[in-house]
């Protein structure tokens, strides 16, 4: 039997004071002019972490779609280490380039960075219950993440000033490219929709603090497809469209296998 593996984890060992402190920093951010935040946008196509404008992404490209772009903003960070000896500039710069800090709100790069660490030992946690229901050691995941280079991201939703174009979303279609990602969901209607093995969509429901895990297409690969690394988007909901002036907020934490030693 093969599985859309979604599921949420509440108790899930995180303190809630550094999630929404991560949480009330971005949003601060991301409420900011244009022309602060491009102050650490990506400075070219291709470097990873930094502010992305909004409509200037397109997830649905990964799996060959053509759509129009993303409605959405983002910003993002990596592990900030150096890169270890032996790889390529193009490899070092894929996931080893340096993260680009906003200088306000103030508190922007130690709540993130505390987040981050405690996204990551979450992960962790979660690895290694896997490990038990693929009747494994408990550690057996540990060789392959000793240096990860997992990515933490915020997604904001800002409200719409403009009708969107046929088939515009906020994110459209794809699966997560590494092992697992954790997903914390602004309250309300959130627009996440996985697609199940029926090809019917499905409306993920936030419930905040819960984390919602996904697993990407690594695991699937790891599992030889028992665990299936889910179709998922995010749409744009009816009263958003009707209010026109809805926004949220999505905090994401994408497991990424690391350098093995």
Same mark, same amino acid.
């Given at each position: 039997?093969?599985? &859309? ?5 509440? &108790? ?154 046929? &088939? ?27 697609? &199940? ?65």
């Amino acid at each position: 039997m093969h599985f &859309n593996w979604f599921f949420s984890i509440s &108790n899930h060992g995180i303190p809630i004071e550094i999630l929404e402190d991560c949480w009330k920093s971005s949003i601060q951010f991301f409420r900011q002019s244009e022309s602060e935040k491009i102050k650490v946008g990506m400075p070219f196509p291709g470097y990873p972490y930094g502010f992305v404008p909004i409509e200037k992404e397109n997830l649905a490209l990964s799996k060959g779609e053509s759509v129009p772009p993303d409605l959405k903003e983002s910003f993002s960070i990596g592990p900030g280490l150096e890169p270890p000896p032996g790889l390529s500039a193009d490899e070092a710069q894929f996931v080893f380039s340096k993260n680009q800090w906003p200088d306000n709100p103030i508190d922007f790069k130690r709540r993130w960075k505390s987040c981050y660490k405690s996204l990551s030992d979450c992960a962790d946690r979660v690895l290694r219950l896997l490990s038990f229901a693929l009747d494994l050691p408990e550690n057996w995941f540990d060789r392959f993440f000793m240096k990860p280079i997992s990515a933490m991201r915020v997604n904001y939703y800002p409200e719409l000033s403009k009708e969107p174009l046929e &088939n515009q979303l906020r994110a459209s279609a794809y699966s997560d490219y590494g092992s697992l990602t954790l997903l914390l969901q602004d309250e309300g209607e959130s627009g996440l929709k996985i697609l &199940n093995k029926e090809n019917e969509c499905i409306s993920v429901k936030p419930f905040k603090p819960d984390l919602v895990v996904n697993i990407g297409d690594l695991m699937e690969r790891w599992t030889n497809g028992e665990w299936v690394s889910s179709l998922h988007r995010v749409t744009i909901p009816k009263t958003e469209i009707q209010k026109k002036s809805q926004e949220s907020h999505w905090l994401f934490f994408n497991n990424q296998i690391g350098m093995l030693e």
